[in-house]
């Protein structure tokens, strides 16, 4: 099964559109997993568990790993994903694109180190930075178009001589050359709903993974209204803080497990 075909699957049997982003960090994990051998396969085994049911997708941030030398543990948190939620696709959130060989062996980190279902990329150096993703067929390529932070607007709405913004012509390549394979999605921040808008218009059905709900305070009613398809799909919603760390007590999967709950009944309202 594609990646493409899992997130559709994954839509309809939990009925989500929620994207947990597993983002441990060892400073902020509750201290009943910090003496266990693998702590931060721990906590997420944990929040995985507890909310397997209300997802329609993961996303572990690969930095949040690498920077506590924790690469192990990734590896494991994917493969315990792929065999307690087979169904639940799981994105590696890179960031990734570079040239030649380089790019090439991202492709193979993401898809045969840590069997990644789809990753995210930069869209800066081009389609052939891009290309040994997208040449595969059967994985996700999320492309950052426009994203949820502040400063995006110095370089993401810089004007065009065609007159668009930059933001915007990413979106047309997204979804029409570089989506040559099927298997492209954007990144739209949940902070700038208009915009999305805008994306969604041009890029008809594709679907758009959003950060920014949660911590960051995006607007969730402005991304449903906004971005849904015509079959009340279309979105990856994704908050990582507002879930794993809804409580740093012994209790905190259960917690977790609340807040997936609840943020999927809240989109679920809104649709």
């Known amino acids: 099964m594609t990646f493409m075909e899992m997130l559709k699957n994954a839509w309809k049997i939990n009925n989500s559109l929620v994207c947990v982003g597993l983002d441990p960090d060892l400073k902020k994990m509750p ?14 085994k944990a929040i995985i568990d507890a909310t397997k049911d209300a997802v329609c997708s993961y996303k572990p941030q690969a ?4 920077g506590m ?5 990734l590896g494991m948190t994917i493969d315990y994903i792929h065999e307690v939620a087979p169904a639940v696709p799981v994105i590696l959130d890179a960031k990734r694109a570079d040239i030649g060989n380089t790019t090439a062996m991202y492709a193979k980190e993401a898809f045969e180190r840590y069997n990644a279902d789809a990753i995210t990329v930069n869209p800066y150096m081009g389609m052939d930075a891009l290309k040994p993703f997208l040449d595969r067929a059967d994985k996700g390529v999320i492309v950052l178009c426009r994203t949820s932070n502040g400063g995006a607007k110095e370089v993401q709405e810089l004007r065009l001589e065609s007159g668009e913004m930059l933001y915007q012509r990413i979106a047309k390549l997204i979804s029409h050359d570089w989506n040559y394979n099927g298997n492209t999605m954007l990144v739209a921040g949940a902070t700038f709903p208009e915009e999305l808008g805008e994306i969604r218009k041009i890029v008809g059905d594709t679907p758009l993974l959003v950060p920014g709900i949660g911590a960051q305070g995006g607007d969730l009613a402005g991304v449903l209204k906004n971005g849904l398809t015509a079959d009340k799909t279309g979105l990856v919603i994704n908050s990582s803080r507002g879930i794993i760390y809804a409580s740093n007590g012994t209790d905190f999967a259960e917690a977790a497990g609340k807040a997936a709950q609840e943020l999927k009944d809240q989109i679920n309202a809104l649709r």
Do not use: G, S
Not at 31 to 44: L, M, R, S
Not at 63 to 66: E, L, N, V
């Open 69 to 73: 030398n924790a690469d192990e543990e």
């Open 63 to 66: 930095a949040m790993y690498a």
């Open 31 to 44: 201290d009943c997993v910090k003496n266990e051998k693998y702590p931060i396969f721990a906590f997420n």
